[in-house]
């Protein structure tokens, strides 16, 4: 003798249930972006991931019941009848916004925690830009390999600055190495977004925007813009960007001083503003 | 803020008044929101110092005295507005004492702008917030001595003032908001 | 004034009264608004400082605006009182009949909210073409149809043409018309304000197609400095149009919360209001208070192309900074301007077609309320990456996830009122359902973003961009299509094909999904917004995107016959109440009077009492039928 309200309580219940076991299952199958070529790549990857988990009772939770409700709770064709007067229940309201609230605190918790994490295990000393580079590069604290970014329409542009500032179109890493990337811009406000190595930073003009990022493996990876920045946004990307050994990190730079050696490369400055008054068609 | 519905038989100047209070009042919240966006400019802008550009070389702050006789006008028009609706013998004079400062109060304004001891069109933040916040409190305070004019011209016999005092008393309201945010401008762009 | 209360028209006119009798209607505002653009470009050319034409095209735009205003008749009355002249007549929307009231200046709210939908929607069109456009570029990476510099304009045309109608297509055409029917009052506050409200809208959709002369704007909706700083004279189309529609939003949120607040009929309290008045409030208040600041950012846009201030130039001392935190302190409960009264339709519709009373009144009113309190301090998850102070980043990523729990409220009502109901699937309804299963995904897919490690990769991807079109079109624009087909009868006193409009729910449903869903897998792939060509690997994706966007397009034009075919070649007319439904707009006889109520009804009961046995309440309209 159940009564028609816990019948239907029990069914949704249940098939809850097992729809989002059999959900979860597969969200875990799903591979999420970025990858784990560096900590902080890692870091959002299972970030999505567990987002993805926890998202999925939600959406079966809600689908299962409209689809419940569509069929079970269907007016007789023809028929204008009025169904039960219920105006709320104080309780099952409490219960569902203390539900929700833990969910968003666990998941901002979480995310603090995150972002802490990644601030302090990092423990990027401060160290003057342009200050002369270690052997290997990044390896302990306060040697970190600072690179910038410099950010203009339509290309990316990167200096070391521990190697005396020698310019490349094409991003070159050492693996496991410390990295601080000072992204700035010299036009219009770009995104230098790093896919694989899970950095996205806005270039602005006259900002020095700091990213850290921690190499784990070696590989290459696609350097795109991210921020609407004119003409040729969509061309503003480089496939060539790559994470190598520090042996060959150390040949490769050293090759590039040699090349650069006779150039005339205007001084190293922290960032740089555009010409005053860019404006006008 | 008069409005009648077609043949409404509602329409009662209680209604009429009680619609322009809470209206002004929503009005005032709104208009607080854009004068707000020029004050977060210039205390965001004057942070940031980027380039060393706030005070770019040869701007200097203009003449505190001019500044201060702009806002006293713009007070006294406020003043003189809230004069003319508790005084129902003296409306019209003080209506139009009030138009006067008002006048004049955008007569300095302009006047300042001629003379502002640098030069707008070289840039830099301090001379663009002042141009952009003091411009646009001149225009709002055109557009309210058309009101005030307005007033005037139904506070004479054949007017409407005499039905509709309570209705325009409200009006007060966004002579001293204006004079209110002269007075936070003035305290902002000559002092700080 | 006083007079003119109990006098009529029909007494002899002054000659100063005779002045003021030029008629003014849409061919004078027209002419006004092409003389006012010319005149604007001369004075501006005038003193133009260094910067071409900008001075005279913004100029131009203010001025044609202004006259086309002036032309339609908003001068008349003000001018009548400033000159002390006796007030011959007002503009009623009486004086023109047929379909010439709605196409020039009525004070009849009516009226206005019909002009609001038949402009929006023209508007959707306009928005839509541009989206298909674009996806038609989209088919092909390696060769693009338009160069790059075309492209960008179609994206930015086609972003802020949705984002105009975005914003008012729900306050606009729905609001107008129902809000007063539903609080019980013959008038709204300021029927002046809320025809002006109306009539900012044509200027600024024709001021923003007019971009393209000018050469456009390559900025996206969000016009970032210094990007737009380099755009060329069709970025001032930008910069006014946004502003009118920045003006609507405040004038006819001042009117809306007037009205709501001061001209409920006796017995409407604050908690016997329906949902969707609720959905409109709320809606105001953030429009009203947040259009300033955009107002006051746009002018500050507008001198620095015009006067060489440097607002947003770093070099100057300017930053760029400065637009993202003003433009997205606007933008951020822009969004929530969107979706609050498409919250407000879904929780209006679904008792009705339930037939249950709303289930946790006080709940819902809470939730659109928190929603709105929390959008003021969520916008810098937008620039997260942008290299704002990390320690405000911990509080954002919190503001912004907070905004599930009053957005949960809002499923929780909507199931409640669901559970053991009579639900009907008539057309709204399956609208209703599409919204809530529309905005779970979006609603969810934004908690992705909210949170900064994963929003690290995920902004500025197509994961984000999927994201808003789920709750703009799956949400908002599936509320309006569910609220065009629930009140057309009531609007239009005709009805539409329900057969046909099952079949397009489902065309348009399915189409929808089918073309965001893959998007998300998109910006997880890598593919940044508003490219014009893109990694070779995606294509197979953005073809089968493109395709759906056709087939979505088509529905919504599929939609546009069967409103069309319903309202002008129908000639049945339509029940009074064809959904049985208990609210008071559907106890007024069909089409409206003139006058909404011949006596002010008072109100005992709370809305949705469905079930209780009660008797319908009867509501006495106005005597005389409107003209037809």
Aim: hydrophobic fraction near 50%.
């Amino acid at each position: 003798m159940k009564s028609p309200r816990r019948t239907h309580a029990l069914r949704l219940l249940i098939a809850w249930a097992v729809l989002s076991v059999i959900g979860i299952v597969i969200a875990m199958q799903i591979h999420m972006p970025p990858g784990d070529q560096t900590r902080q790549g890692a870091d959002e990857t299972s970030t999505i991931s567990l987002m993805l988990v926890l998202a999925t009772p939600v959406f079966v939770g809600v689908v299962v019941f409209l689809v419940y409700a569509a069929f079970a709770f269907r007016q007789t064709r023809g028929a204008i009848e009025d169904g039960p007067v219920s105006r709320g229940d104080l309780r099952l309201q409490v219960t569902w916004v203390a539900l929700t609230a833990i969910v968003v605190f666990v998941l901002a918790g979480i995310g603090i925690a995150e972002l802490a994490g990644s601030a302090n295990a990092t423990d990027f000393s401060s160290q003057p830009l342009g200050a002369s580079g270690t052997q290997p590069v990044g390896a302990s604290a306060g040697h970190e390999l600072q690179v910038q970014v410099i950010a203009q329409q339509w290309y990316f542009t990167y200096r070391y600055a521990d190697y005396g500032g020698v310019e490349t179109l094409h991003l070159v890493l050492p693996v496991d190495a410390n990295i601080v990337l000072h992204v700035t811009s010299t036009d219009a406000v770009h995104s230098f977004w790093a896919y694989e190595l899970g950095v996205k930073a806005d270039a602005n003009p006259g900002v020095d925007n700091v990213f850290y990022v921690t190499t784990m493996h070696t590989g290459s990876f696609t350097v795109r813009c991210a921020e609407l920045c004119g003409l040729w946004h969509g061309n503003m990307f480089d496939t060539n960007g790559k994470v190598v050994s520090q042996d060959e990190f150390a040949s490769w730079i050293s090759g590039q001083q040699a090349s650069e050696a006779d150039l005339q490369l205007p001084p190293y400055a922290p960032m740089y503003f555009p010409s005053p008054r860019v404006k006008g068609s | 803020m008069s409005e009648r519905a077609i043949g409404e038989p509602e329409w009662q100047p209680e209604v009429d008044a009680n619609l322009t209070r809470i209206g002004t009042r929503i009005f005032l919240v709104a208009d607080l929101f854009f004068f707000a966006a020029f004050f977060f400019t210039f205390f965001y802008l004057r942070a940031m110092n980027n380039n060393y550009s706030w005070l770019p070389a040869g701007t200097t702050h203009p003449t505190r005295a001019i500044g201060a006789v702009i806002v006293l006008l713009a007070i006294l028009t406020a003043v003189f507005h809230l004069g003319a609706i508790r005084n129902a013998a003296m409306t019209r004079t003080l209506l139009w004492l009030a138009l006067a400062a008002g006048v004049l109060c955008i007569g300095f304004q302009i006047y300042e702008f001629r003379n502002l001891g640098f030069d707008p069109q070289q840039g830099g933040g301090f001379p663009s917030v002042f141009i952009g916040l003091k411009g646009a409190l001149m225009v709002q305070t055109a557009g309210a001595l058309l009101w005030l004019a307005t007033q005037i011209s139904q506070s004479n016999p054949a007017g409407d003032m005499a039905t509709r005092r309570a209705t325009a008393a409200h009006f007060s309201n966004v002579l001293f908001f204006l004079a209110g945010i002269g007075l936070i401008a003035y305290l902002v762009l000559y002092f700080v | 004034m006083a007079a003119s209360v109990t006098g009529n028209a029909q007494t002899m006119l002054t000659p100063s009264e005779q002045r003021m009798t030029v008629p003014t209607n849409i061919v004078t505002a027209i002419v006004l608004a092409l003389v006012g653009y010319w005149a604007g470009v001369q004075i501006g050319n005038g003193f133009a400082f260094n910067d071409g034409e900008n001075t005279g095209v913004i100029l131009g735009y203010v001025l044609g605006s202004l006259l086309f205003l002036v032309g339609l008749g908003f001068a008349n009355y003000p001018l009548q009182r400033l000159f002390g002249w006796h007030i011959a007549s007002q503009p009623s929307g009486d004086e023109h009949a047929g379909v010439g009231r709605y196409l020039n200046l009525s004070l009849d709210h009516k009226v206005i909210g019909v002009q609001y939908l038949i402009a929006m929607l023209m508007a959707m069109l306009f928005g839509g073409i541009g989206a298909m456009l674009v996806r038609t570029n989209l088919l092909d990476p390696s060769t693009p149809i338009f160069p790059p510099d075309k492209y960008l304009v179609l994206v930015s045309m086609h972003s802020v043409m949705m984002i105009f109608v975005a914003s008012a297509a729900i306050v606009g055409p729905f609001g107008n018309f129902f809000v007063p029917l539903m609080i019980g009052t013959n008038r709204m506050a300021f029927p002046r304000l809320e025809a002006l409200s109306f009539w900012l809208v044509p200027p600024a959709i024709v001021i923003l197609l007019a971009a393209p002369i000018f050469g456009g704007f390559q900025t996206g909706w969000t016009g970032y400095a210094p990007l737009s700083e380099q755009a060329p004279a069709g970025f001032d189309s930008y910069i006014v149009g946004f502003t009118l529609i920045g003006l609507a939003l405040v004038t006819s949120g001042i009117n809306m919360l007037t009205t709501i607040i001061c001209l409920r009929a006796p017995g409407m309290t604050w908690t016997r209001l329906p949902l969707f008045v609720w959905g409109v409030f709320s809606a105001s208040i953030l429009g009203t208070f947040a259009a300033p600041v955009l107002a006051a950012a746009l002018s500050m846009q507008a001198l620095d192309r015009t006067m060489n201030t440097t607002f947003f130039i770093s070099s100057n001392g300017g930053s760029p900074y400065l637009w993202e935190n003003l433009f997205w302190f606007f933008g951020h409960p822009e969004v929530y301007i969107f979706i609050l009264p498409a919250f407000g339709i879904v929780m209006e519709l679904i008792p009705h077609f339930s037939r249950k009373p709303i289930w946790g009144y006080k709940t819902a009113v809470v939730g659109l309320l928190g929603v709105t309190l929390l959008s003021w301090f969520v916008w810098q998850h937008h620039i997260f990456v942008s290299g704002i102070a990390p320690a405000l980043r911990p509080f954002y990523m919190l503001s912004t996830e907070m905004i599930s729990i009053p957005t949960g409220i809002v499923f929780l009502v909507a199931f409640g009122t669901m559970w053991r109901a009579k639900i009907s699937m008539a057309v709204p309804m399956l609208f209703c359902l599409a919204f809530l299963f529309n905005f779970l995904l979006g609603g969810i897919s934004g908690v992705f973003l909210s949170d900064v490690p994963s929003d690290v990769t995920l902004h500025g991807s197509y994961f984000s961009m999927a994201h808003f079109h789920y709750t703009i079109v799956g949400g908002e624009i599936f509320a309006i299509v569910g609220a065009v087909y629930y009140w057309f009868p009531k609007m239009t006193g005709r009805m539409f094909n329900q057969t046909l409009a099952k079949i397009q729910f489902w065309w348009m449903f399915i189409t929808f999904n089918s073309t965001f869903l893959p998007l998300f897998a998109a910006g997880l792939l890598d593919m940044p917004r508003r490219v014009s060509t893109y990694a070779l690997n995606l294509q197979g994706l953005n073809d089968w995107v493109s395709i759906s966007a056709y087939l979505l397009f088509s529905s919504m034009v599929f939609f546009a016959v069967i409103v069309i075919w319903g309202w002008f070649f129908n000639s049945e007319p339509a029940p009074a109440d064809p959904w049985h439904a208990r609210s008071i707009e559907w106890q007024l006889p069909t089409p409206l009077p003139r006058r909404n109520f011949a006596r002010i009804p008072t109100f005992t009961r709370p809305p949705y009492d469905y079930g209780e046995g009660v008797p319908r309440p009867v509501i006495e309209s106005g005597a005389e039928p409107a003209p037809a």
